[in-house]
């Protein structure tokens, strides 16, 4: 399974961005998805998952202003990122699972894109 992403780049605060992520995986609907997060000197950090049926699970500090999403038609992750603030700059990665479970534990994913920069600042 093959995961590339797109979309990041720098922003002002407040501002937005649209990140992307495209797999090469057969039967991409039976995944579960998610997005991580790791900023310089710290750990990896789950930011959203969704299911199979579309049903989504978030970390706090995102709640109620990245939204994520996914066409099983096209095989294609996305992250709606709205209100963004320093903290929210890192290296973007999108993950794959094979299980049902939506989950922000990164070990229980194993397949996993390169990344793609987010930075915030003004």
């Known amino acids: 399974v093959q995961l590339v992403e797109s979309g990041g780049g720098s922003v002002r605060p407040g501002g937005s961005l649209k990140l992307s992520c495209t797999s090469s995986?057969?039967?991409?609907?039976?995944?579960?998805m998610a997005w991580f997060r790791q900023a310089p000197g710290a750990g990896r950090e789950g930011v959203a998952s969704?299911?199979?049926?579309?049903?989504?699970i978030y970390t706090d500090s995102v709640k109620g202003r990245f939204t994520i999403s996914r066409d099983n038609a096209k095989n294609t992750l996305t992250l709606q990122m709205n209100s963004l603030k320093p903290e929210d700059t890192a290296m973007y990665s999108c993950?794959?699972?094979?299980?049902?479970?939506?989950?922000?534990?990164?070990?229980?994913?194993?397949?996993w894109g390169r990344g793609t920069q987010v930075t915030v600042s003004s």
């Open positions: 995986a057969y039967a991409y609907s039976r995944y579960t």
């Open positions: 993950a794959a699972r094979g299980g049902p479970l939506k989950t922000l534990e990164g070990r229980l994913y194993n397949h």
């Open positions: 969704i299911a199979r049926d579309g049903s989504s």
